[in-house]
């Protein structure tokens, strides 16, 4: 099937310190990336629909300031998290293709 | 209540024991999936399902659209199957959005 990769697999930062991920499709273009956060036994939360070359389209209650979305090329979406604090610490994850069934290994991210 | 759910929410089984994981759905859809993420948190697509029955190894899934009904089988279940199994559908009227179940956990002991 196809491959999305995300990078980076985990990272720390500080609180008021801005986190960068990217998502790439490796083996196909896709117009719309899709981005979701977990917490700990929990199921995907849709955040935002990323779409190449225009605005992302958030859910409710996802503030676009904080997390803002970038489609620059077909092929790598980014999200950053701008000033994170502790209670953005969770599991981000990508999802990409006709389907959005194809998903990122997913990025760990701890505020402290 | 969800759009999508699932049962059990928890299952353990021993090696060897046929699995049955079910999801029942309350919005019209254009397909189902069925995704496995490992404790690492990787997510694999399983099964895409719009009608009928798929197979894969010792993976079966099915779906009943008149029902609102899938589910998902593992025959001769392994350790390595432990796993989140998740349900997720595609709404008929919007085709961007998954809406996921809240997953089963399954362990399989030796």
């Known amino acids: 099937g196809a491959v999305v990769s995300q990078h980076p697999s985990w990272v720390i930062c500080k609180s008021g310190t801005s986190v960068k991920i990217e998502c790439r499709s490796l083996?196909?273009?896709?117009?719309?990336m899709f981005w979701y956060r977990q917490f700990p036994k929990q199921s995907l939360m849709l955040m935002a629909t990323?779409?190449?070359?225009?605005?992302?389209?958030?859910e409710q209650g996802v503030e676009k300031d904080k997390f803002l979305i970038n489609h620059a090329s077909l092929t790598l979406s980014t999200l950053t998290v701008t000033s994170a604090h502790p209670e953005d610490s969770s599991f981000y994850i990508c999802?990409?293709?006709?389907?959005?069934?194809?998903f990122g290994p997913g990025t760990r991210l701890t505020v402290l | 209540k969800n759009e999508v759910e699932q049962s059990p929410q928890n299952l353990t089984a021993q090696e060897g024991e046929f699995i049955t994981i079910n999801c029942s759905y309350s919005v019209g859809i254009s397909a189902l999936h069925w995704l496995q993420q490992h404790p690492g948190g990787g997510i694999v697509s399983l099964f895409m399902l719009s009608s009928g029955k798929k197979k894969h190894g010792r993976l079966i899934a099915t779906i009943n659209i008149q029902e609102k009904h899938s589910s998902l089988h593992i025959t001769a279940s392994h350790p390595r199957d432990s796993a989140v199994y998740i349900c997720a559908v595609r709404r008929s009227y919007n085709t961007d959005k998954l809406i996921f179940g809240t997953g089963t956990r399954l362990q399989v002991f030796p």
């Open positions: 083996d196909f273009q896709a117009t719309t």
């Open positions: 990323s779409n190449e070359g225009s605005k992302a389209t958030y």
């Open positions: 999802s990409a293709g006709e389907a959005g069934q194809f």
